[in-house]
Protein backbone atom coordinates (compact mmCIF):
# COMPACT_ATOMS: atom_id res chain seq x y z
CA UNK A 1 0.00 0.00 0.00
CA UNK A 2 1.51 3.37 -0.49
CA UNK A 3 2.41 5.24 2.55
CA UNK A 4 4.11 8.45 3.69
CA UNK A 5 6.16 8.02 6.52
CA UNK A 6 7.34 10.62 9.29
CA UNK A 7 10.07 9.31 11.57
CA UNK A 8 9.22 11.05 14.51
CA UNK A 9 6.30 11.84 15.97
CA UNK A 10 7.32 14.34 18.76
CA UNK A 11 10.49 16.06 18.54
CA UNK A 12 11.62 19.03 21.56
CA UNK A 13 14.94 21.21 20.99
CA UNK A 14 16.29 24.30 22.11
CA UNK A 15 16.22 27.62 20.21
CA UNK A 16 19.24 27.90 18.08
CA UNK A 17 19.45 24.13 18.08
CA UNK A 18 18.89 22.85 14.60
CA UNK A 19 16.34 20.49 13.25
CA UNK A 20 15.23 17.64 10.40
CA UNK A 21 12.42 15.93 10.30
CA UNK A 22 12.43 12.60 7.95
CA UNK A 23 9.88 11.69 5.73
CA UNK A 24 10.15 9.06 3.56
CA UNK A 25 6.99 7.65 0.76
CA UNK A 26 6.41 4.52 -0.73
CA UNK A 27 4.74 5.31 -4.29
CA UNK A 28 6.82 4.86 -7.47
CA UNK A 29 6.79 6.99 -10.65
CA UNK A 30 6.40 10.86 -10.38
CA UNK A 31 5.86 12.27 -6.93
CA UNK A 32 5.08 16.16 -6.27
CA UNK A 33 6.29 16.58 -2.36
CA UNK A 34 5.05 18.96 0.25
CA UNK A 35 5.53 19.70 3.40
CA UNK A 36 2.78 21.79 5.68
CA UNK A 37 2.61 23.39 9.68
CA UNK A 38 0.13 23.74 11.54
CA UNK A 39 0.64 26.20 14.44
CA UNK A 40 -1.23 26.30 17.29
CA UNK A 41 -3.93 27.45 17.15
CA UNK A 42 -3.81 27.83 13.34
CA UNK A 43 -5.25 26.47 10.30
CA UNK A 44 -2.86 24.23 8.04
CA UNK A 45 0.05 26.23 5.89
CA UNK A 46 2.00 25.01 2.92
CA UNK A 47 5.58 25.47 4.01
CA UNK A 48 7.45 24.24 1.06
CA UNK A 49 6.65 21.96 -1.89
CA UNK A 50 8.30 20.36 -4.25
CA UNK A 51 7.40 19.84 -8.41
CA UNK A 52 10.40 18.99 -9.72
CA UNK A 53 14.30 20.42 -11.21
CA UNK A 54 16.63 21.39 -8.27
CA UNK A 55 15.63 18.80 -5.07
CA UNK A 56 17.00 21.33 -2.67
CA UNK A 57 13.73 23.53 -2.12
CA UNK A 58 13.31 26.36 -0.11
CA UNK A 59 10.18 27.32 1.96
CA UNK A 60 9.22 30.22 3.89
CA UNK A 61 10.52 31.20 7.58
CA UNK A 62 14.35 29.91 6.77
CA UNK A 63 12.90 26.01 6.24
CA UNK A 64 14.48 23.74 3.31
CA UNK A 65 13.52 20.46 2.35
CA UNK A 66 15.75 17.79 -0.04
CA UNK A 67 14.41 15.49 -2.53
CA UNK A 68 16.19 12.18 -2.36
CA UNK A 69 14.46 10.39 -5.26
CA UNK A 70 16.62 7.03 -4.56
CA UNK A 71 15.89 6.82 -0.95
CA UNK A 72 12.22 7.88 -1.29
CA UNK A 73 12.75 11.06 1.19
CA UNK A 74 11.98 14.69 1.51
CA UNK A 75 13.77 15.60 4.75
CA UNK A 76 12.36 19.10 6.08
CA UNK A 77 15.80 21.07 7.78
CA UNK A 78 15.90 24.17 9.27
CA UNK A 79 19.76 25.41 10.90
CA UNK A 80 18.23 27.54 14.07
CA UNK A 81 14.63 27.55 15.09
CA UNK A 82 13.09 29.33 17.16
CA UNK A 83 10.30 29.24 19.60
CA UNK A 84 8.12 30.81 17.02
CA UNK A 85 8.66 26.94 14.98
CA UNK A 86 7.00 25.43 17.32
CA UNK A 87 3.77 23.87 15.44
CA UNK A 88 3.12 20.02 14.26
CA UNK A 89 4.71 19.68 10.54
CA UNK A 90 2.88 17.42 8.11
CA UNK A 91 4.56 15.81 5.18
CA UNK A 92 1.94 15.18 2.63
CA UNK A 93 2.33 13.46 -1.10
CA UNK A 94 0.67 13.19 -4.58
CA UNK A 95 1.64 10.55 -6.84
CA UNK A 96 -0.88 10.38 -9.47
CA UNK A 97 -3.11 12.56 -11.20
CA UNK A 98 -4.14 15.36 -9.19
CA UNK A 99 -5.25 16.07 -5.69
CA UNK A 100 -5.25 12.92 -3.63
CA UNK A 101 -2.68 14.05 -1.19
CA UNK A 102 -1.45 11.39 1.37
CA UNK A 103 -0.84 12.82 4.83
CA UNK A 104 2.18 11.78 7.06
CA UNK A 105 1.59 10.83 10.81
CA UNK A 106 2.99 14.73 11.31
CA UNK A 107 5.37 15.77 13.50
CA UNK A 108 5.08 17.79 16.96
CA UNK A 109 8.18 20.19 17.18
CA UNK A 110 8.32 22.29 20.29
CA UNK A 111 10.90 24.65 20.68
CA UNK A 112 11.96 25.91 24.46
CA UNK A 113 13.57 29.04 24.98
CA UNK B 1 -3.48 31.62 -2.34
CA UNK B 2 -7.43 31.13 -1.71
CA UNK B 3 -9.17 32.38 1.82
CA UNK B 4 -10.95 29.59 3.09
CA UNK B 5 -13.62 29.62 5.78
CA UNK B 6 -15.63 27.40 7.82
CA UNK B 7 -18.62 27.06 9.69
CA UNK B 8 -19.04 26.50 12.65
CA UNK B 9 -15.86 26.06 13.94
CA UNK B 10 -16.69 23.69 16.53
CA UNK B 11 -19.74 21.92 17.91
CA UNK B 12 -20.67 19.63 20.34
CA UNK B 13 -23.17 16.74 19.10
CA UNK B 14 -25.56 14.29 20.54
CA UNK B 15 -25.24 10.83 19.02
CA UNK B 16 -27.81 9.97 16.19
CA UNK B 17 -27.72 13.74 15.32
CA UNK B 18 -26.12 14.68 11.95
CA UNK B 19 -24.43 18.43 11.63
CA UNK B 20 -23.95 20.38 8.40
CA UNK B 21 -20.41 22.02 7.92
CA UNK B 22 -20.03 24.66 5.47
CA UNK B 23 -16.50 25.44 3.43
CA UNK B 24 -16.73 29.23 1.82
CA UNK B 25 -14.15 29.93 -0.55
CA UNK B 26 -13.03 33.68 -2.07
CA UNK B 27 -12.70 32.73 -5.23
CA UNK B 28 -14.05 30.29 -7.99
CA UNK B 29 -12.23 27.12 -7.77
CA UNK B 30 -12.76 23.61 -9.34
CA UNK B 31 -11.88 21.37 -6.99
CA UNK B 32 -12.95 21.07 -3.59
CA UNK B 33 -11.69 18.52 -0.73
CA UNK B 34 -13.33 17.25 2.31
CA UNK B 35 -10.68 15.72 5.06
CA UNK B 36 -11.01 14.16 8.54
CA UNK B 37 -8.25 14.48 10.80
CA UNK B 38 -8.63 12.04 14.09
CA UNK B 39 -7.73 12.95 17.70
CA UNK B 40 -3.69 12.28 17.29
CA UNK B 41 -3.90 11.43 13.61
CA UNK B 42 -2.99 12.68 10.45
CA UNK B 43 -5.44 14.01 7.85
CA UNK B 44 -7.40 11.36 5.88
CA UNK B 45 -9.45 12.44 2.42
CA UNK B 46 -13.03 11.80 2.58
CA UNK B 47 -13.85 13.04 -0.87
CA UNK B 48 -13.43 15.28 -3.62
CA UNK B 49 -16.23 17.57 -4.98
CA UNK B 50 -16.78 18.70 -7.82
CA UNK B 51 -18.91 21.65 -8.69
CA UNK B 52 -21.66 20.07 -11.02
CA UNK B 53 -21.14 16.18 -10.22
CA UNK B 54 -21.70 14.24 -7.27
CA UNK B 55 -18.60 13.59 -5.07
CA UNK B 56 -16.23 11.16 -5.16
CA UNK B 57 -15.80 9.28 -1.76
CA UNK B 58 -11.91 7.53 -0.51
CA UNK B 59 -12.22 3.67 0.76
CA UNK B 60 -14.30 3.44 3.84
CA UNK B 61 -16.26 6.77 3.16
CA UNK B 62 -19.90 6.68 2.10
CA UNK B 63 -22.21 8.89 0.74
CA UNK B 64 -25.14 7.97 3.18
CA UNK B 65 -23.21 9.08 5.98
CA UNK B 66 -21.20 11.64 4.33
CA UNK B 67 -23.23 13.53 1.76
CA UNK B 68 -21.89 16.26 0.59
CA UNK B 69 -23.34 18.63 -1.57
CA UNK B 70 -21.56 22.03 -4.02
CA UNK B 71 -24.37 23.97 -5.53
CA UNK B 72 -21.46 26.57 -7.18
CA UNK B 73 -17.23 26.84 -7.57
CA UNK B 74 -17.35 28.78 -4.01
CA UNK B 75 -19.08 26.82 -1.53
CA UNK B 76 -19.97 23.34 -0.51
CA UNK B 77 -21.62 21.43 2.76
CA UNK B 78 -20.26 18.19 4.38
CA UNK B 79 -22.72 16.62 6.36
CA UNK B 80 -22.14 14.15 9.31
CA UNK B 81 -25.26 12.07 9.37
CA UNK B 82 -25.86 9.65 12.47
CA UNK B 83 -23.48 10.54 14.44
CA UNK B 84 -21.55 8.50 16.99
CA UNK B 85 -18.23 9.31 19.38
CA UNK B 86 -15.99 7.69 16.70
CA UNK B 87 -16.74 10.26 14.56
CA UNK B 88 -15.24 13.07 16.68
CA UNK B 89 -12.75 14.61 14.42
CA UNK B 90 -11.85 18.07 13.20
CA UNK B 91 -12.93 18.42 9.16
CA UNK B 92 -11.15 20.35 6.90
CA UNK B 93 -12.18 21.58 3.58
CA UNK B 94 -9.06 22.29 1.03
CA UNK B 95 -9.13 23.94 -2.47
CA UNK B 96 -6.52 23.26 -5.35
CA UNK B 97 -4.27 25.70 -6.32
CA UNK B 98 -5.22 27.89 -9.62
CA UNK B 99 -3.41 26.39 -13.38
CA UNK B 100 -1.57 24.09 -13.02
CA UNK B 101 -0.76 23.56 -9.35
CA UNK B 102 -0.94 20.88 -7.06
CA UNK B 103 -0.97 22.98 -4.04
CA UNK B 104 -3.96 22.67 -1.57
CA UNK B 105 -5.16 25.54 0.47
CA UNK B 106 -6.83 24.60 3.51
CA UNK B 107 -9.62 26.16 5.88
CA UNK B 108 -9.24 26.82 9.32
CA UNK B 109 -11.39 23.31 10.42
CA UNK B 110 -14.38 22.53 12.58
CA UNK B 111 -13.88 20.56 15.59
CA UNK B 112 -16.72 18.01 16.06
CA UNK B 113 -17.64 16.42 19.65
CA UNK B 114 -20.56 13.56 19.40
CA UNK B 115 -21.25 12.78 23.43
Known amino acids: AQSVSQHNHHVILSEAASLELGCNYS??????LFWYVQYPGQHLQLLLKYFSGDPLVKGIKGFEAEFIKSKFSFNLRKPSVQWSDTAEYFC???????????FGAGTQVVVTP | SAVISQKPSRDICQRGTSLTIQCQVD?????MFWYRQQPGQSLTLIAT?????????ESGFVIDKFPISRPNLTFSTLTVSNMSPEDSSIYLC????????????FGPGTRLTVT
Open chain 2, 94 to 105: SVAGAGSSYEQY
Open chain 2, 27 to 31: SQVTM
Open chain 1, 27 to 32: YGGTVN
Open chain 1, 92 to 102: AVISDSWGKLQ
Open chain 2, 49 to 57: ANQGSEATY
